[in-house]
C-alpha cells in the first residue's frame, strides 16, 4: 500500500492547508475537544476552530493557544467558511444537542464540504432518523457504535468486520473506519482496506479522538476522503508504535500521541 501527503508549498499561509470547524466537547469530556482539534493542527491543517460549550472552552484554552474558539450556538452560522467539519468527539447526546447535531448536518448536505462523525456524533446519528446526510461524509466508529448504527449485536460485527464495515457503508454512502485491532477502511464504493499498524499503546480513552483529527486534518488540505481515512489509520497507528517504543505500550496516554506524530510523519515521507 502507498501512501502519500501533499507536498507543502513554501509560498503559504494558514488557508492555504484548510481549514477545519471542530464541534466537540462537553462538561464531561473536554479531552476530547482537546485532543481532535490538536491533532488536526499536527497533521498540517493550518487553522482549526473549536466550536462547543462555555465550559469547553474555558477548559481548553487554558491548555493550548493554538486553535480559535466559536460558541456552539454560532457553528451553524459558519459552517461554509471552512474546508471541512468534524462533529461528535466528547459531544453530549442531550436533546438540545441533538437538535443541533440535525440542524448541522442537514444544513451541510446542501453543501459540498465534507464532515467527518465520530464518537458522540455516531451515537446521535444511530437516534435520529430520516435524515439527509452530507454527500462526502466519513464516519469512525468503533465495534459497538457501528453496532447501534446498523441495530444488531457487537458480537457479529466483531466477528465479520468486513462485511459489516462494507454494510455501513452501503447505509450511509460515506466511507467508514470500522476501529479495532486490524482496522478496517471501506470506500464509498465497497473497497475495503485492512490497517496493519498499531498496538495495545493505542487501547487508551481519547486515542479515538487524535485519529478523527489526524483524518479531519488531512482532509483540509486536500486529501480525498477515502486516501484521508486510509492514510490517517495508518499514520494514527504508526504513531502509536513509536510511542511505544519510548514509553512502553502500557504507559502511552492519547495526550502522549501528539508528541509522537511528527515522528510518525518523518518515517512516512
Do not use: W
Amino acid at each position: 500500500m502507498e501512501f502519500k501527503l501533499s507536498k507543502r508549498k513554501q509560498e503559504s499561509h494558514k488557508g492555504t492547508f484548510g481549514k477545519v470547524l471542530n464541534i466537540a466537547g462537553s462538561e464531561n469530556y473536554t479531552g476530547a475537544a482537546y485532543l481532535s482539534s490538536i491533532s488536526a493542527l499536527k497533521i498540517g491543517c493550518g487553522y482549526v476552530t473549536l466550536s462547543s460549550f462555555p465550559k469547553v472552552i474555558s477548559a481548553v484554552s487554558s491548555l493550548t493557544p493554538d486553535i480559535v474558539y466559536l460558541p456552539l450556538e454560532e457553528a451553524k452560522k459558519n459552517l461554509v467558511n471552512y474546508n471541512v467539519i468534524s462533529i461528535g468527539c466528547g459531544l453530549s447526546v442531550e436533546q438540545a444537542v441533538e437538535a443541533m447535531f440535525t440542524t448541522v448536518l442537514c444544513e451541510l448536505s446542501l453543501h459540498n464540504i465534507p464532515v467527518v462523525i465520530d464518537a458522540g456524533g455516531l451515537t446521535l446519528l444511530s437516534k435520529v432518523k430520516d435524515i439527509k446526510l452530507p454527500a462526502r461524509l466519513v464516519i469512525t466508529p468503533h465495534p459497538a457504535e457501528a453496532a447501534r448504527l446498523l441495530n444488531v449485536e457487537t458480537a457479529v460485527v466483531t466477528e465479520n468486520p468486513d462485511f459489516y464495515v462494507k454494510k455501513l457503508s452501503e447505509t450511509f454512502n460515506c466511507v467508514v473506519v470500522l476501529k479495532g485491532h486490524r482496522t478496517r477502511v471501506c470506500s464509498a464504493e465497497g473497497e475495503i482496506y485492512i490497517n496493519e499498524t498499531g498496538n495495545s499503546a493505542l487501547a487508551k480513552a481519547g486515542s479515538g479522538d487524535v485519529l478523527c483529527g489526524i483524518i479531519t486534518g488531512l482532509i483540509a488540505q486536500g486529501a480525498d476522503l477515502f486516501e484521508a481515512a486510509k492514510t490517517g489509520v495508518y499514520l494514527h497507528g504508526l504513531t502509536g508504535e513509536i510511542a511505544s517504543q519510548e514509553l512502553t505500550e502500557y504507559s502511552v496516554l492519547a495526550s502522549d500521541l501528539l508528541k509522537y506524530i511528527p515522528y510518525a510523519i518523518k518515517r512516512f515521507i
